[in-house]
């Protein structure tokens, strides 16, 4: 069965830091989308940036970006210039094709003033 | 409040009780997601609809029963239930129910059942 793996539950950063969260997920699957959504303390959780696991090209949205190794099952995101908006949960998502989306547990990010 | 709202934000109920959550989106999207969050546990998927069509039922227990009368509402309803059924349920949708579609979710209502 396809899972993800978040293994720090919650990080740290400096305001205008860089941080990385981590995410794994097993699958024997070759195609299917990763995610990483973001659910600020008593709001709705939104989409950060996704990535389709046929392209090699790392997404980026403007601070956020990803380090996605798909022979290491990886798929990291960085945030870059950290700020006090980006503090939240972050969670991690692999969907497979003819299959569930499946989340990790999350990682909590605190934002250092 | 555009998007995804979802009604009540706040429920205590006892085991006995029946109540229903609601869901509706302003989006002009086709599939429609309930999910469980629970304190230290990945968020779970519940039941997926897509156009109105029910295609995904994570063995889901039958004391949750959903329903989606169209595109643009959806219902979990709720009898007795358990302790542990206690968390955060969030409503999504998505212009289809596939891969490659952003998922946009509800605010979620918070359940506390006694």
């Known amino acids: 069965a396809q899972t993800v793996t978040q293994s720090q539950p919650e990080m740290s950063v400096q305001e205008a830091e860089t941080v990385t969260l981590s995410c794994t997920y097993d699958?024997?699957?070759?195609?299917?989308?990763l995610f990483w959504y973001k659910q600020p303390p008593s709001r709705q959780m939104i989409l950060v940036i996704r990535?389709?696991?046929?392209?090699?090209q790392n997404a980026t949205e403007n601070r956020f970006s990803v380090n996605f190794q798909k022979a290491a099952k990886s798929f990291s995101l960085k945030i870059s210039d950290s700020q006090l908006g980006d503090a939240a949960m972050y969670f991690c998502?692999?969907?497979?094709?003819?299959?569930?989306?499946?989340f990790g547990k999350g990682t909590r990010l605190h934002i250092l003033p | 409040e555009t998007g995804v709202t979802q009604t009540p934000r706040h429920l205590v109920m006892g085991m006995t009780n029946k109540k229903s959550l609601k869901c509706e989106q302003h989006l002009g999207h086709n599939a429609m997601y309930w999910y469980k969050q629970s304190a230290k546990k990945p968020l779970e998927l519940m039941f997926v609809?897509?156009?109105?069509?029910?295609?995904e039922n994570n063995s889901v227990p039958s004391r949750f029963s959903p329903e989606c009368p169209n595109s643009s509402h959806l219902f979990l309803h709720l009898h007795t239930l358990q302790p542990e059924d206690s968390a955060l349920y969030l409503c999504?949708?998505?212009?289809?129910?596939?891969?490659?579609?952003?998922?946009?979710f509800g605010p979620g209502t918070r359940l506390t059942v006694l």
């Open positions: 998502a692999y969907w497979a094709r003819d299959d569930k989306i499946i």
């Open positions: 609809y897509n156009f109105k069509e029910q295609t």
């Open positions: 999504a949708s998505s212009p289809e129910a596939v891969t490659y579609n952003t998922q946009y």
């Open positions: 990535q389709e696991a046929y392209k090699q």
């Open positions: 699958t024997s699957e070759s195609d299917y989308y």
